[in-house]
């Protein structure tokens, strides 16, 4: 049978996705390679700055400490963690300053309640589940001709829903991380004008591999809904 029976239109929107987020995970790291290598006026690490500013947001119960790989950097709330990676742990560059700030700014907001994130954490653990579960659910909803076909669909689609939200709070943490990031090193003094211009550069891009994942969740949505389409009017 000739390859094009074969041919998928809506697999576009997965590719469109995919080079969404490619393009945001190659804009981020070239715009921290750039920045990386410009040191700050303060000369702090990543380290030192994250220090300062746990400390001057009255933080005391969040430990700091080195993990491998590169923008690996995250805040584990469940573990009162902020790890740093290679590239920001010891490093006295003015991007790596900034996404240690950005890391304690999710820091400050489980300190203070920031209600988004609490919302991301409670979606987490069903985000999980409903991404693994979304495909094989639709896949036999597909596969089988039976009065639970319609039903298993749309709680694949539910499922997947879930996965999609996760995506879309993720975006209002991650900006208002970058915002309070900002605003504690212009403040403490920590960099200069010239030096947070940059900074924001590197937020700014780190910014977009969440947009571009949200983008490739919703694409990846609307391509479930367009498969199933047909099926679920049956």
């Known amino acids: 049978m000739p390859f094009y029976y074969y041919y998928d239109p809506t ?12 393009a945001a995970s190659a804009r981020v790291r070239s715009t921290y390679a750039k920045y ?7 000369g702090l690490t990543g380290r030192e700055a994250a220090e300062r500013i746990l400390r001057s947001a009255g933080i005391y119960d969040v430990r700091i400490e ?29 991007a790596a300053v900034g996404v240690a700030a950005h ?3 999710h820091a400050i ?20 589940f409903g991404s693994a579960i979304a ?27 879930f996965a999609v939200l996760f995506q879309l709070v993720t975006l209002p943490v991650e900006f208002n991380a970058s915002r309070r990031a900002v605003q504690i090193l212009g ?26 994942g949200a983008a490739s969740a919703i694409l990846q949505l609307l391509r479930i809904i367009l498969l199933t389409g047909g099926r679920r009017r049956e």
């Open 11 to 22: 697999y576009s929107l997965v590719l469109i996705g995919l080079l969404l987020c490619l």
């Open 66 to 94: 080195h993990v491998s790989g590169n923008l690996t950097d995250h805040f584990d709330p469940g573990n009162r963690v902020l790890r740093l990676s290679d590239a920001t742990y010891q490093s006295a560059s003015v």
């Open 103 to 105: 890391e304690c700014g």
């Open 135 to 161: 495909w094989p659910l639709i896949l036999l909803g597909l596969l089988f001709n039976s009065r639970s076909s319609y039903l298993l669909i749309q709680i694949g689609i539910l499922a997947f829903s």
């Open 109 to 128: 907001q489980h300190s203070r309640g920031y209600a988004p994130l609490k919302i991301r954490s409670a979606i987490v653990p069903v985000a999980n």
């Open 36 to 42: 990386g290598r410009v040191r700050s006026r303060s």
């Open 187 to 212: 403040e403490s003094g920590m960099l200069i004008p010239d030096e947070l211009s940059m900074t924001k550069k590197v937020l700014r891009a780190a910014a977009l591999t969440y947009v571009a």
